[in-house]
């Protein structure tokens, strides 16, 4: 048989996880004895061997790395399914409410084109609710595939846009944000080369899915926390031109010359029939 279970996809995932059934059952709330069965029990209906087994855990096979990788699709297919029927049925559930939108964008950038397209879209008639959630680096394509989010704002070359409908809204330089009282903060352009090796001052990392890179540099966890450090002389970073919106008086912006640009993209589920996600691209995409 071909059919495999939610529920079962939801072990399978926790344990190839985990690498571990003992860990595995502790995350899913539930005995080992009945988690093994069932890890089993798909195994023999699928034909297939998913999971090396010894002391020390369990590793994956060839075809464990695939269900796997389509698992966690699957799941989040799933997941996403329910929170977007509930938005669409309104806070009380009864279909009748007016319809919501959750627009995922990265904390501190885009702030003039999100001004612009809210504004805008807003003034259309029968314009849904715009709620607007503010995620870390790289974050809004997991949004719009667990469907926290109905549509995100996304920059490449940094968010993959693979798997998703995108429309190009803008696209800009990128400027190094350096502390105001620093010498390289006088300078009209620098380089890549020279924003990442200023001796006494770090490039800024951030979380990647949940992994920091490698580097001196603080690991930054939101916005505020970057533009206080780069004030009291602690780490550089590099944004997009847009980024001098949010500037203080203790920071510098100089461009720099060989960044690659941002392309600036509205980006959604690639099977979306939402009336008003069309309505709100279609508002952006005249901007």
């Known amino acids: 048989m071909d059919t495999v279970e939610t529920r079962e996809l939801r072990y399978f995932v926790a344990v190839a996880e985990e690498r571990h059934f003992g860990r595995a059952a502790e995350r899913l709330g539930m005995a080992q004895p009945p988690l093994s069965r069932a890890i089993q029990q798909l195994e023999r209906r699928l034909d297939v061997r998913l999971l090396e087994r010894d002391r020390r ?6 075809a464990g790395e695939v269900l796997l990788h389509e698992g966690r699709a699957a799941l989040d297919a799933v997941t996403a399914a329910a929170r977007r029927t509930r938005r669409a049925g309104g806070a009380s559930g009864t279909g009748d409410a007016r319809e919501r939108l959750v627009l995922a964008v990265k904390a501190a950038a885009s702030h ?10 807003a003034a259309e008639p029968g314009a849904a609710e715009v709620e607007v959630l503010p995620s870390g680096t790289c974050e809004q394509g997991e949004m719009l595939r667990d469907g926290r989010a109905d549509v995100a704002i996304m920059h490449a070359p940094f968010n993959s846009l693979v798997g998703f409908d995108s429309e190009e809204l803008m696209t800009e330089g990128q400027i190094a944000i350096l502390p105001a009282g620093h010498p390289l903060a006088a300078r009209d352009v620098l380089s890549l080369a020279e924003v990442t090796d200023i001796p006494d001052l770090p490039l800024a990392r951030w979380s ?25 002389g602690r780490t550089v970073a590099v944004f997009p031109d847009s980024a001098r919106a949010w500037l203080w008086s203790e920071h510098a912006a100089v461009p720099l ?14 099977h979306s029939r939402s009336l008003a996600l069309a309505g709100l691209i279609a508002t952006a995409t005249r901007l």
């Open 208 to 232: 990647r899915h949940g992994a920091y890179p490698p580097g001196p540099g603080p690991e930054i966890h939101d916005q505020t926390q970057l533009a206080q450090l780069i004030a009291l």
């Open 57 to 62: 855990g369990v590793s994956l096979t060839g």
């Open 257 to 270: 010359t060989d960044a690659p640009p941002v392309v600036t993209h509205i980006a959604w589920p690639a």
């Open 112 to 121: 003039e084109l999100l001004h612009k397209l809210l504004d805008a879209y």
